[in-house]
C-alpha cells in the first residue's frame, strides 16, 4: 500500500505492526525522543475491536456558518483521492457542534481502500458504522450534519488533530488504549524498539506469573 506521497508501507511493515499495541509504540517513540504522538484521549473507538494500521491522509475543516453553493466540494474530492491502506486523519479544531463523518463517508472510504478514520470532531449513523466494523475513532457522536455548519478548507495537508502533529503519509496506530501518529522518517527505528520492548514484556510477564517479586524483576530487566 502507497500513500498519496508514494511512501510504501509494505504488507511485511504491516505484519510486524500487526503484533504490536499502541501503548509499546508510544513508549519506543518516547525513548527516541518523541514524546508527542498520542492524540488526546478523547478520541475514541466507535467500537473495541476497531484497530487500524495506514498511512495517513489528512483533512482539515473549519466552523463555517451559512450554506456554501458547493457544499462538501473539498471533502468528495479527498474522498476519490484515496487508496488502498490510507486512514482518514480529519483536523476539525475539536468543532463539536456537528458530526463531519458518517455511514456513507465510511462506506465511500471503505470502497477506494481506506482502512479507518481518526477526527477530532465528531460522527454520526454511529450504529450503522459499528455494523458495518468500519474503525472510527472519535471525539463522540452527534446526529448534526456539517452542511451550514463547517466545511472542508484542504486536504493532504499539515494538521494538528488531538493536539499531535500529522502530515499525510506518517503511520497511524490505533486501537483500544488509543491513535498513536508515527512519523513516517522514524518508522524503522521505532519498529525495531518496539519489537525489543515487546519481547522483553513477554519475559517480564512471565517472571510475574511465576510470583517473584516485582522489585527484583524490575531490577532485573528494567521494565514495568
Not at 486523519?89 to 463523518?101: E, H, I, P, Q
Not at 452527534?142 to 499525510?168: F, K, L, M, Q, W
Request: aromatic share 6%; glycine share 8%.
Amino acid at each position: 500500500m502507497a500513500n498519496s506521497e508514494g511512501v510504501l508501507l509494505t504488507e511485511p511493515v504491516v505484519h510486524r505492526l500487526s503484533k504490536l499495541y499502541s501503548a509499546v509504540l508510544c513508549d519506543s517513540l518516547d525513548r527516541l525522543g518523541h514524546r508527542n504522538q498520542g492524540l488526546a484521549h478523547t478520541i475514541r473507538p466507535l467500537f473495541p475491536e476497531a484497530r487500524i494500521i495506514g498511512a495517513a491522509r489528512t483533512l482539515l475543516s473549519v466552523r463555517q456558518p451559512g450554506f456554501p453553493e458547493h457544499a462538501y466540494q473539498k471533502e468528495l474530492e479527498a474522498l476519490d483521492t484515496v487508496r488502498p491502506g490510507d486512514v482518514i486523519v480529519f483536523s476539525t479544531g475539536n468543532d463539536l457542534a456537528a458530526a463531519v463523518w458518517g455511514e456513507l463517508l465510511s462506506t465511500a472510504a471503505r470502497a477506494k481502500g481506506a482502512v479507518g478514520a481518526v477526527l477530532d470532531g465528531l460522527t454520526r449513523d454511529a450504529a450503522r458504522i459499528v455494523m458495518k466494523t468500519f474503525p472510527v475513532f472519535a471525539q463522540g457522536i452527534s446526529p448534526y450534519d456539517s452542511h451550514g455548519r463547517s466545511t472542508v478548507i484542504a486536504y493532504d495537508v499539515p494538521i494538528e488533530c488531538g493536539g499531535v502533529a500529522v502530515n499525510s503519509g506518517d503511520v497511524v496506530f490505533a486501537d483500544f488504549d488509543g491513535v498513536i501518529v508515527i512519523p513516517k522518517n522514524v518508522l524503522e527505528p521505532v519498529l525495531d524498539c518496539a519489537e525489543t520492548k515487546a519481547t522483553r514484556e513477554g519475559i517480564v510477564d512471565e517472571e510475574f506469573r511465576k510470583g517473584r517479586k516485582v522489585v527484583e524483576v524490575f531490577a532485573e530487566h528494567g521494565i514495568l
